[in-house]
């Protein structure tokens, strides 16, 4: 064994107290940091999750603008600011379609229209959206069989005057699978639906307020012929890329692309919030373990600055006492990451077993092994700059002015 790294593990056994305290400190910072970012992971898949059952990933649709003025001069302005277009279809929808489907980064396309209507059950009103879909394009798109608790989504596909009505509606109206309910639209459209199916989101607001129908039973609710589509739904093979492809889809078929952290934007910033401050904890945890390594290093200088002189004496050069303390804090760093990743697992082991209910289940966190990856590498980082600022202090020990003293 090389004669350094004799003297570096002397040092790391000779005050075994210290060095387990040092190397406790970064047990537990390296193990709440893996803990830390794998539940902040198991937190955004649950949150993106709830958001995918109702939202896509990119939205297409046309965009209210404001008028222009009708008449400009130098002297004078006439305006009459309206929102235009008055109707918000989309013009060849089957087009658009084909056109968001040849893009690589597109995985699912689904047409939609979206009226706003009134349910009507005996002397019980509610208003709400009624939302026209495919079903197999809705379902794999937003997994609505994940989401039903009374019935089938298939009886949507089965029965064109089917409909399927959130939980908040069902209770509020008292309706079960099999009951018939009357929808009114915007356009005074009376029309009987069939109840195929409940379901529940983990958005109480849409539950309260929203129901599927067929496509063709939502264009005949606002008087519109087959062509009438208001919303082009697309869904990617990976949704962080949604912000740029939504930018290319808008450029390429005209009308207004919104990715789901546009329409989301609230939750998406509360997510990034979470997200720092978590991280910015279990790291700063790993610093603190860090400057425990630093001041006992800084102590064994001090302690074996005889040691020290001695070896510069016999012909050590300052780069080798610089290996011989940077070589200790790698040791303490080492068995603090090892046992740091092992104390990780079984925390998240633990945690991962809790029922917490709801939509969410069990709590959600689970082994990520980019994270322990990731945790491992700060801590050998945070602990190689721990022993090299004392090394160099070491490394510029003069033995001459020592043995003098």
Not at 188 to 215: C, P, R
Not at 218 to 227: F, I, P, R, Y
Not at 277 to 288: F, G, H, K, N, P
């Amino acid at each position: 064994m090389n004669v350094n790294l004799q003297i570096a593990r002397t040092y790391v056994f000779a005050n075994k107290r210290l060095t387990a305290v040092a190397v406790l400190g970064v047990l537990i910072g390296m193990s709440i940091y893996i803990f830390m970012n794998c539940l902040a992971v198991g937190f955004d898949e649950v949150s993106y999750s709830s958001v995918f059952k109702s939202t896509p990933h990119i939205r297409l649709y046309q965009d209210d603008q404001i008028s222009k003025p009708l008449v400009e001069g130098e002297e004078f302005v006439i305006i009459n600011p309206k929102i235009v277009p008055t109707n918000n279809r989309i013009l060849n929808p089957n087009s658009v379609k084909e056109l968001a489907l040849a893009h690589p980064e597109v995985n699912i396309v689904t047409l939609q229209v979206t009226s706003g209507v009134f349910f009507n059950s005996g002397k019980s009103q509610l208003s709400g959206t009624a939302i026209g879909i495919i079903p197999d394009e809705a379902n794999q798109m937003f997994s609505l069989e994940s989401m039903m608790v009374e019935g089938d989504w298939k009886g949507l596909q089965s029965n064109p005057n089917g409909i399927l009505i959130g939980s908040g509606v069902a209770e509020k109206m008292s309706l079960k699978v099999g009951d018939i309910l009357n929808l009114t639209s915007s356009k005074s459209v009376n029309k009987n639906l069939q109840v195929m199916g409940i379901f529940k989101t983990s958005n109480s607001k849409i539950d309260k307020s929203t129901a599927y129908v067929n496509l063709s039973s939502a264009q005949q609710l606002l008087k519109e012929n087959g062509d009438y589509v208001t919303d082009v739904n697309i869904n990617l093979h990976d949704y962080n890329k949604a912000v740029p492809v939504a930018n290319e889809l808008s450029a390429t078929t005209g009308y207004k692309a919104e990715g789901f952290e546009q329409s989301n934007e609230t939750l998406m910033t509360g997510n990034r919030m979470r997200k720092i401050v978590m991280v910015a904890i279990s790291t700063t945890l790993l610093i603190v373990a860090g400057f425990g390594i630093y001041n006992i290093l800084n102590m064994t200088v001090s302690q074996k600055i005889n040691d020290i002189a001695i070896l510069k004496a016999m012909g050590f050069k300052g780069k080798d006492v610089i290996t011989i303390f940077v070589t200790q804090a790698l040791g303490i760093g080492v068995m603090g990451v090892i046992g740091g990743m092992f104390f990780a697992v079984i925390m998240i082991s633990l945690v991962k077993k809790v029922y917490i209910g709801g939509d969410i289940g069990y709590f959600p966190i689970d082994y990520e092994f980019s994270k322990f990856l990731q945790g491992a590498a700060l801590g050998l980082v945070i602990t190689f700059f721990a022993g090299y600022i004392p090394a160099r202090k070491a490394a510029k020990v003069d033995p001459v002015s020592i043995f003098r003293k």
